[in-house]
């Protein structure tokens, strides 16, 4: 009784309770409306074939296309609604203006270093090309003077944030999609709270949704009083909001300028399998060390002065700055972001080069399959062309219904050679790409939609540094512990649940 009682006094619960209600106010009051006046009818069926007639000319995804398309001449009325409240990927004119400003400032820092392009150009054209794309389309540049390190799980990274929370000297930036009270976070709140006593700059940013049910409502406050500077991105609030769409995905670390750690893992503790939720959590991130960090610290600085509207000498979070030791080369290493702002599919386009230039193999981990055509075409040429191409997702799942429509896009690319492994040991929430024993990325971007085109993502494509080769062993060592799908798997499913993935599929977009 007293779960149901948090659940419904819970700020989820009310919240949620508070934009559905506006909802169907909203729609109750523009269906009476259409159903008791012909021309408001007439109005609102013509606004809907002229919003379809902009959504089909518009250079957006075509299964994108497909779905508000059918949702709206379905039902105009509630289609319409739901389209301006969700449908759109981009952001506010106001929100846009305002990190448009602070991207303009920050991005002064990112200067590519030629040496290093025409170093790799020599090395690899192909590799060359995949760079130029990150560096000319994302405004994210290329290093070499960094180290890698890749981690296989959480409770391997952890004791390594530790280490650099207790070497910061100068500041600490932290950026996160969830962060959830236990042993995990409060140890490097811990932390964090006796560095910024010392005169560390300490700076937090968490995704108020992603966080929505694993702290308490306006949790920055008590950390505030700790003396720790954090920030939610876009509050979650009880009115409907067409921003509401996007979150901040991002999972990023920096200590003193130098020192970066990203990739899947949350503040929680099941990241570090203190707490089981679904059988063992297997998740990944990487370490770097050296110039690179900079893209790092410049993507936290964006979100963290659009957040404040402020602004600061930004020349002191260089890494050199406060490292004067020559930084270790290991390989070319280049973090990068992704956001709705840039019209740039940058995370998927990085994923969809790397498949088309795959020589011999392709190895990726995801949470979730929920990809276009031009992806699953992708993924299907390549593996009809000879290349060794294996996807491994969960085998159990977080979210049961998108666990369904992962398991929809399996058949099709079984077909075309795809290997397809499902990790028997429990949550996979991993999003790595390796090939060729050459390039790999790490990052916090899933294949699904929402990942791909609606939130702010981050990663790190690396080229030939040490943690390629890592990625490359860890997978290996996880398709022995996973289960490979069959077509015959897919086929033998009950129809009814045949019939509901491929519904599901047709809104997958939208989900």
Known sequence: MKKILNVIFGRVFVIGFAILFQVLWLFLVLWQLSYKFTYVNLIIRAIAIIVVLVIVNKWINPVNKLSWTF???????????????????????????????????VEKLLKQDGEAKEALKNENICAYRQSDYIDEWAGFPL????????????????????EALRGAEHFIFMEYFIIEEGYMFESIVEILEEKAKEGVDVRLIYDDVGSISKVPSRY???????GISCVTFNPFRPLISVVMNNRDHRK?????????????????DEYINKASRFGYWKDTGVRIEGEAVLSLTVMFLEMWN??????????????????????????????????PLDHENVGENIYLNMINKAKNYVYIFTPYLIIDHEMLICLSNAAKQGVDVRIVTPGIPDKKMVYLLTQSYYE???????????????????????????????????????SLFLHFECGIWMY???AVMQVKEDCLETFAASEEIT???????????????????????LL
């Open 252 to 268: 990023i670390f920096v200590v003193d300028g130098y020192i970066g750690f990203t990739g899947g893992i949350n503040l929680a």
């Open 143 to 162: 290093y070499k003077s960094t180290e890698t390190k890749y981690y296989k799980c959480g409770e391997d990274m952890f004791p390594d944030m530790l």
């Open 306 to 339: 659009y957040i404040n509207r402020s602004s600061e000498d930004y020349s002191r979070f260089i890494p050199s700055v406060h490292q004067k030791q020559a930084f270790e080369n290991d390989g070319f290493v280049q973090p990068y972001g992704d956001s």
């Open 487 to 509: 077509v015959q798997f897919c086929r033998e499913r009950p129809l009814a649940v045949r019939m509901i993935q491929s519904l599901m599929r047709l809104f997958a977009p």
């Open 220 to 226: 920055y406050k008590r950390l505030r009083e700790r």
């Open 412 to 450: 099709p690319l079984l077909r075309n050679g795809v290997r397809i492994f499902q990790y028997t040991p429990g949550f996979l929430h991993a999003k790595c790409f390796v090939c060729d024993d050459e390039i790999a990325t790490v990052g916090s971007v899933n294949l699904d939609f929402r």
């Open 71 to 105: 949702l709206i001449l379905l039902s105009p009325v509630f289609g319409l609604l739901v389209y301006f409240l969700f449908g759109r990927s981009g952001l506010t004119k106001w929100t846009r203006k305002s990190m448009d400003a602070v991207n303009e400032e």
């Open 464 to 466: 030939r540094s040490r």
